[in-house]
């Protein structure tokens, strides 16, 4: 449903005037949030997954840590450390090793700017 929305193969009103029509359709429910979402701009299901998985851990007042494949392709050491920060935040008290790609690297360098 997403994909066909990106390439703009149909529109989100279109689909739910679609299902609307379908009054028994057997995940009318997920379907209908899916298209309300996809309507505000989401991407993805992958996205709208996050998305509701960041707000429930809001609420739960736990922190989420998401890294792209190019964040931990690229800064492994800097994922690396803020992994280990937010473990020690939640009272981990192992060290974190430094591999050589790394040890030259100052704390600040592991850090990106706020």
Not at 55 to 64: D, E, H, M
Not at 77 to 84: D, G, H, R
Not at 98 to 110: I, K, P, T, V, Y
Request: hydrophobic residues 45%; proline residues 4%.
């Amino acid at each position: 449903m997403t994909t066909a929305v990106q390439q703009r193969r149909t529109r989100p009103a279109r689909l739910a005037a679609a299902l609307e029509l379908r009054a028994r359709h057997p995940r009318r429910r997920q379907l209908k949030q899916l298209l309300g979402d996809v309507e505000a701009g989401a991407e993805s299901s992958l996205e709208i997954n996050y998305l509701r998985e960041d707000n429930r851990f809001v609420l739960a007042a736990v922190a989420t840590l998401r890294y792209g494949w190019f964040d931990v392709l690229d800064h492994p050491c800097l994922v690396a450390a803020q992994v280990a920060a937010a473990l020690r935040a939640l009272g981990w008290s192992g060290l974190l090793g430094r591999c050589n790609r790394c040890l030259a690297a100052s704390e600040a360098d592991l850090w990106l700017p706020a």
